[in-house]
């Protein structure tokens, strides 16, 4: 329902500066990016008339879905998900701004191509397994600042920081590990002074660990089940876009 949103919305907000307040930090470094995996598009535009300015996918066919319902709102979209290289194209018709998931050169340079193709430029946030688990997606740890560096040779590509997705665990200082690891490598990046590189985002933290993420300097938290409910599907459908889920 409407209200159930509405009221979800708030208490994520007030989450968010609860948790910037324990951090010494100001709520307007925490950006709210709505995870918006199965959930249909009229319910996604409530939320948007209520204020809200990013949404993120994980499924192409899930942005194609939506796209037309929701493209004359005033929002950001970004791409989340595992992305194919076949899928390239659709990411750029759809208006994605940030692509959060790159993690590996093939992508990158396809990517590159086709945006040097359609002159065009898009954002990128290199996506760090910080968990180290085979189901994860993501360049491991050690590989991070290589490709980091490697991508920002390329003009089309946009480097605005790093994402990771925690371990799931109730364990909070596990999955503040995965947290460390992304902020450590951001100031391992800086200290670096790679050209054309910016390290301005860390995007980390969902429903269940945002204020850990917040702790540990998260600037963007993803949520969506604790707005919109939960899903039927585990979120290894969501994250495998490979296993054709």
Known sequence: MKEDILLHLELIDDRIKKACEKAGRNPDEVRL?????????????????????????????????????LKDIPHENHFIGHLQTNKIKDILKYDVVCVQSLDRWDLAEKLHQRLLYEGKTIEVLIQVNTSQEESKFGVHPDEA??????????????IKGLMTIGLFSAET????????????????IIRQNIPNVEMKELSMGMSGDLETAIEEGATIVRVGTAIFGARIYPDSYYWNEEKGV
């Open 173 to 188: 200082e596990k999955v503040r590990a995965c947290f460390k690891i992304l902020k450590s490598l951001q100031q391992e």
């Open 33 to 69: 990016l709505l995870a918006t995996k199965t959930v249909s598009a009229e319910r996604i535009k409530t939320a948007l008339e209520s204020g809200q300015t990013l949404i993120a996918e994980n499924k192409v066919q899930e942005l194609k879905e939506k796209y037309e319902i």
């Open 145 to 158: 600042v290589e490709l980091t560096r490697r991508v920002s040779e390329l003009s089309t590509l946009k």
